[in-house]
């Protein structure tokens, strides 16, 4: 069956680095776009950054120059590089997977990051 399993996330203090790991299984890992969203209390869901199945990056403006998104098809395995974190960037993080054609839409259980000093 499909899985999403994130892992890295804890706390840290402001300045810090993490780096987030999702390992994917189930599916064929490479033909997806893989994304790391993030949702903090009170607050909506947002796209925090995204690699297409061919490498192509895309940033949320508020993580451009800090954040890197990677991806290692050999390994099923998307990462997320966070440095320089901010208090703001506290949120549950999550992992997806995603097609358009066939549609398919998969989500991990998420990663609680914390920057707090």
């Known amino acids: 069956q499909v899985q999403l399993v994130e892992s890295g996330g804890g706390l840290v203090k402001p300045g810090g680095s993490l780096r987030l790991s999702c390992a994917a299984s189930?599916?064929?890992?490479?033909?997806?776009?893989m994304s790391w969203y993030r949702q903090a209390p009170g607050k909506e869901r947002e796209l925090v950054a995204a690699?297409?199945?061919?490498?192509?990056?895309n940033y949320a403006d508020f993580v451009k120059g800090r954040f890197t998104i990677s991806r290692d098809n050999a390994k099923n395995t998307v990462y997320l590089q966070m440095n320089s974190l901010k208090p703001e960037d506290t949120a549950v993080y999550y992992c997806?997977?995603?097609?358009?054609?066939?549609?398919?839409?998969?989500w991990g259980q998420g990663t609680q990051v914390t920057v707090s000093s």
């Open positions: 997806n997977a995603f097609t358009l054609t066939p549609r398919n839409d998969y």
């Open positions: 189930g599916f064929t890992f490479s033909r997806f776009r």
């Open positions: 690699i297409t199945s061919g490498g192509t990056q």
